[in-house]
């Protein structure tokens, strides 16, 4: 009989942890967090904090967590040690804490490893330690931090009437962000100027660079810096600006009225270091820009790579790589590109948050065949494997070499400038390309004569600031210290599914919705948008991680002196005592189609769920009445299950449960799901339903009866 017991969070891993550590051991899964924050107590938060000490309340979070929790119990009962090898970061340490306490754990051994091979794992279970209440606590305290500001600060924006569904610590102030930009772009107001040029008989283009007599930047460009956000394009090289078309003319007519002759050639050698290997973030960055992948994509794929045992742990904010790894590494280049290894590898700087008991996000086996890979895994999967093998590797190669030039030449007075660039030894970037093409200039000399082949002026324009993609935003969330790895896919994911962004050609943009709560929110809640204010609430947070501060006495302490107070003035501006505030009216995209009840032209309404991205319906007046783009019939059309009003009639039936927010009764409600009849229980009241809290009521029919994720069995 099996004598241990190990649980792992994901199921993904239970099966290459069996192989690993034989009959001996039992392998579980906890399926993530098991337990969250009731919603007793005042205001549903399911804690309480008083003379600085706080006391929560934890539930199972669903139906099957407590099923889970039920099969974990009997495992336990039939071994004679539990280990708990929960993920290794602050979040981990929290799900391990609540395994303890649920299955009664005194002294519980906790491992930790970053990857999924059989060394790891079993030194990893040779160095157990214990739990470290710190990161627990930490744990403890963003769970309580994030309920406070959600269930605190959304019944805010409910007020609005508007359809705003939340607000949060780190959704809030990564909105802003994204709003901030947008109102950037619609104030910006283009100006005109000229970019001016003369091309030469020799080969190459110089640009304008101002005169003789005026104190010209002719100095060298820096080498470039490593970019994993933005896509690689074509360098645009232009002249110094001019800001007036009589001058650029002038100009041009400068340059054909006297003769051209170099003045100056500079020349050096710029070495660029390679990259660090991957952490959450870069990951998310490269991916989004190089795979067209969205942060949540990522993290799924990588998840998945974790658990198959092809690369270490994928959240990580440390750039440290383990010295096996870069032995490893070393032999690899050895053997197959001696000419690219080094003699001392670049040594790469982690934030000062990381955690640098971990690793960065590297493939396990750097000599594991590519080409028996791909035949095992799916193609997403492989791409960002491959992704990852060459960042790592690159980490540890030699410098890229380049030599730049730059030349000047002069007529009259005006002096022209022209810059190139030929990469003499690719180093690093034989497996990561971030430097740009070449651009070769021809061999001049100092007081060479050059023949003027053309000058000439273009009109242009100066743009608005980009939108954030997806990648620039993670990279700016990282920067400005919004939320931590684990953070940043979630983060994103829920502005899209709040409907407060969009994406729009690659690029975030902020819907009507998300422009209202943010103003709203700026005007009631400005600190909680601010990235300094959320860095420091992080920066608290980790310092509680370090054993630096209590986290009991951080929550009380930030409640009363700062929530308590920006609550109640933020309350004022939602209900004046001159009357309720007016609901915002959103404005939507009005449709070709005519509502079948009013005859109305029909709002688009936006939606990731549906194929056409949006669905249309009557804003008119008539309540409930919705089309969906039918692509069998090729036109817009009621659903299926609500094309008559007898139909319909037949689907609801009264019973005799009560509506647990109002006390009314609920109803039973068909409806169809992938193709499917299926059965759950409503408020039967079609007003209360618009309520915000009834948001949650939704009983589902389950093998054992009626049950919510929300309020649980039905009855109970």
């Known amino acids: 009989m099996p004598k241990r017991l190990l649980i792992v969070e994901s199921p993904g891993k239970v099966k290459k942890l069996s192989q690993i550590l034989g009959v001996d051991w039992i392998v579980r899964a906890s399926c993530g967090h098991i337990r969250e924050l009731s919603d007793k107590g005042d205001d549903s938060l399911g804690f309480s904090m008083e003379n600085g000490s706080v006391r929560c309340d934890y539930v199972a979070r669903d139906q099957r967590a407590k099923e889970t929790i039920g099969k974990l119990k009997s495992a336990a009962k039939e071994v004679d040690e539990v280990v708990l090898a929960t993920d290794p970061d602050r979040e981990g340490e929290t799900i391990a804490w609540h395994l303890a306490q649920v299955l009664g754990l005194k002294d519980p051994k906790r491992v930790v490893y970053t990857e999924i091979t059989a060394s790891a794992v079993t030194g990893a279970i040779a160095k157990a330690r214990k739990l470290d209440f710190n990161l627990v606590g930490a744990g403890l305290c963003r769970d309580c931090l994030d309920k406070l500001v959600g269930y605190k600060g959304s019944p805010l924006v409910w007020a609005l009437n508007n359809g705003a569904k939340s607000v949060g610590r780190v959704q809030s102030a990564t909105l802003h962000l994204i709003c901030q930009r947008e109102r950037e772009i619609q104030t910006f107001v283009p100006q005109d100027y000229w970019n001016v040029f003369v091309d030469y008989a020799e080969g190459f283009r110089a640009f304008y660079n101002g005169t003789n007599n005026s104190n010209q930047n002719t100095q060298q460009q820096e080498a470039e810096t490593n970019d994993d956000a933005s896509v690689n394009k074509e360098q645009v090289t232009e002249s110094k600006r001019v800001l007036e078309e009589a001058l650029a003319t002038s100009l041009v007519q400068g340059a054909r009225q006297h003769p051209h002759q170099v003045v100056q050639v500079e020349g050096k050698t710029v070495y660029r270091q390679p990259p660090p290997p991957f952490t959450t973030s870069t990951l998310q960055q490269a991916a989004g820009s190089k795979l067209r992948f969205s942060p949540d994509k990522t993290m799924l794929l990588a998840q998945k790579l974790y658990e198959a045992g092809l690369i270490t742990y994928m959240r ?249 107070p920006a609550l109640s003035k933020a309350k004022t501006l939602v209900t004046p005592s001159s009357g309720s505030k007016p609901a915002i009216e959103r404005k939507f995209e009005t449709s070709r189609t005519k509502c079948p009840t009013c005859n109305n032209l029909m709002s688009k309404i936006p939606s990731s769920k549906v194929k056409k991205k949006y669905f249309l319906k009557c804003t008119k007046g008539c309540e409930n009445v919705v089309l969906f783009w039918s692509d069998r019939t090729k036109s817009w059309s009621v659903p299926q299950n609500k094309q008559n009003g007898e139909q319909q009639q037949r689907l609801v039936k009264i019973t005799s449960h009560s509506c647990p927010v109002c006390k009314q009764p609920l109803e039973e409600y068909s409806y169809t799901k992938d193709g499917q009849e299926k059965m759950m229980l409503r408020c039967s009241n079609p007003k209360s339903r618009q309520d915000k809290k009834h948001q949650d009521v939704a009983y589902f029919n389950t093998a054992k009866g009626w049950w919510s994720p929300k309020f649980g069995e039905l009855g109970v």
């Open 316 to 564: 990580t904010d440390s750039v440290i790589l383990s010295p096996e790894f870069c032995e490893s590494a070393r032999r690899w280049l050895e053997q197959n590109d001696p000419a690219n290894v080094p003699q001392q590898v670049a040594k790469h700087r982690s934030s000062k948050t990381a955690q640098e008991a971990h690793e960065a996000i590297r493939p396990t086996d750097v000599f594991r065949p590519s080409a028996q890979l791909r035949q095992e895994i799916p193609d997403d999967e492989f791409n960002l494997y491959v992704m990852i093998w060459k960042r790592a590797i690159a980490s540890q190669c030699k410098s890229a070499q380049l030599r730049k030039t730059q030349v000047i030449t002069q007529s009259g007075n005006l002096l022209w400038l022209a810059r190139g660039q030929v990469i003499e030894f690719y180093g690093y970037a034989r497996y990561w390309n971030n430097l740009s093409k070449d651009s070769v200039l021809p061999a001049l000399q100092q007081g060479q004569a050059l023949t003027l082949k053309n000058a000439a002026h273009e009109k242009k324009q100066t743009q608005p600031p980009p939108r954030y993609s997806e990648p620039k935003l993670v990279q700016l969330m990282e920067r400005k210290g919004i939320g931590r790895p684990s953070t940043y896919a979630p983060t994103v994911a829920t502005l899209k599914k709040r409907d407060y962004v969009q994406l729009t050609k690659d690029s975030l943009q902020p819907t009507a919705l998300g422009l209202e709560v943010d103003a709203f929110l700026h005007k009631a809640l400005p600190d909680l948008l601010e990235a300094e204010f959320t860095a420091k609430m992080e920066d608290a947070l980790d310092a509680i991680a370090l054993g630096k501060n209590s986290w009991q006495q951080y929550l009380t302490t930030w409640n009363q002196d700062y929530f308590v």
